[in-house]
Each structure stands twice: as structure tokens, then as C-alpha cells.
């Protein structure tokens, strides 16, 4: 639980600067966030998991999904896009399968659309944590 | 290029998933770990336990 002086130093904390930054930035950048409130260990952490979620789903030729033909695919674009900037990389680069061939390659696609819902998760941390709302 | 079988996808995911949720739901490292464990327990086990039904309906 919070002392009452982790509160209070968190929520003068939350007046200065720019509220919404450790949030764009953990979006952007896995980890980030958290390294931007010097939460060291618990962004490289953070930053290994979707990172690492996100490689390994194209090492198993996961789908990176690019446009949005039916509902599902809407939904799969939302959760790649909580990659931040991986996602825009993998779209730049040609990363990723076109189409999913292989087995794992279905496994591949549930793990960089996660890999995204996950990083959304983690960014709200971080801005939880800017906040006060979570001590620090 | 990467082809773990089905259980080791499940290890990956569950071990990823776990630290990210540890992190994120709990304040304190050690409730974290311990939250992180826990969702990982349940990640695996309720992919072993429904594995066995769909096995047992199938046969």
C-alpha cells in the first residue's frame, strides 16, 4: 500500500511538466514510460516482455496487419497498433507475413497483436504513475 | 525462423503476459512477482486443463 508521502510526492509530481508523456512515449517505445519516471527495472522488463513478444511473432511468421477488410481484421490492426513504433518499423521494413502459411505463423499473429494490447496496458502504468493515481 | 510446438508457444506466452500483468496490477516488487506467478500458474494450467476436455470429447 501507499504511504500517505508516496501520494503526496506523486501527485506533486503530477503537476509539473507534461502529463501525457510517459503515456505517448510507453506507446511509442516499449518502456519507455517507465524509464521516463526512473523506473528502471520495471521498464526493461516491460520493454523485454512486448519487445520480445513482438520478435518472436515474427520469427514464427506472424501477420502484420496492414489494412482492414472485415471486423476482425479492425480489430487485429487495433492491437497491432499498440506496437507504437514496431508497428510503424515492421510496416516501413516489410516485416511480417502477408498471409499466414505456416501453423506457428497463426501463433506468430496472436503474439504481436498481444505484444500491442500488452504495451497499451504497460503505457497506462506509466501514466498511472505520472498521475499518482498508482505510487510510485 | 521459429516453430516452437504448442505447449512451448504457451510457456512463451504465459511468461510474457504474466510479467507484463505482475508489473502493471501490483504496487510492490514482491506482490508483484507473486501476482506475476500466479497468472502464470493459471495461463498454463487452464491451457493444460482445456487441452485434456478437447482431448477427452474428441476420443
Known amino acids: 500500500m501507499a504511504t500517505a508521502s508516496t501520494r503526496n510526492a506523486a501527485s506533486q509530481n503530477a503537476g509539473k511538466g507534461f502529463v501525457y508523456l510517459p503515456l505517448i512515449a510507453g506507446w511509442l517505445v516499449p518502456g519507455l514510460g517507465h524509464f521516463l519516471l526512473r523506473k528502471w527495472v520495471r521498464g526493461a522488463l516491460l520493454a523485454a516482455s512486448v519487445i520480445g513478444m513482438f520478435a518472436l511473432g515474427l520469427a514464427m511468421k506472424g501477420k502484420i496487419y496492414g489494412s482492414a477488410q472485415d471486423i476482425l481484421d479492425m480489430l487485429g490492426m487495433a492491437g497491432d497498433l499498440g506496437n507504437g513504433l514496431l508497428f510503424v518499423a515492421a510496416r516501413a521494413l516489410g516485416w511480417g507475413a502477408e498471409h499466414v502459411q505456416v501453423t506457428t505463423g497463426d501463433y506468430g499473429t496472436k503474439f504481436i497483436v498481444v505484444a500491442g494490447l500488452l504495451n497499451i496496458i504497460a503505457a497506462v502504468d506509466a501514466h498511472n504513475l505520472r498521475t499518482g493515481r498508482k505510487p510510485l | 525462423m521459429s516453430h516452437p510446438s504448442h505447449f512451448a508457444a504457451v510457456l512463451l506466452f504465459a511468461f510474457f503476459a504474466s510479467t507484463v500483468f505482475g508489473i502493471t496490477q501490483r504496487e ?19 491451457a493444460v486443463v482445456l487441452s485434456w476436455v478437447m482431448y477427452l470429447i474428441a476420443h
Open chain 2, 28 to 46: 510492490t516488487p514482491k506482490r508483484m512477482f507473486r501476482y506475476g506467478a500466479y497468472c502464470f500458474v493459471l495461463f498454463v494450467g487452464s
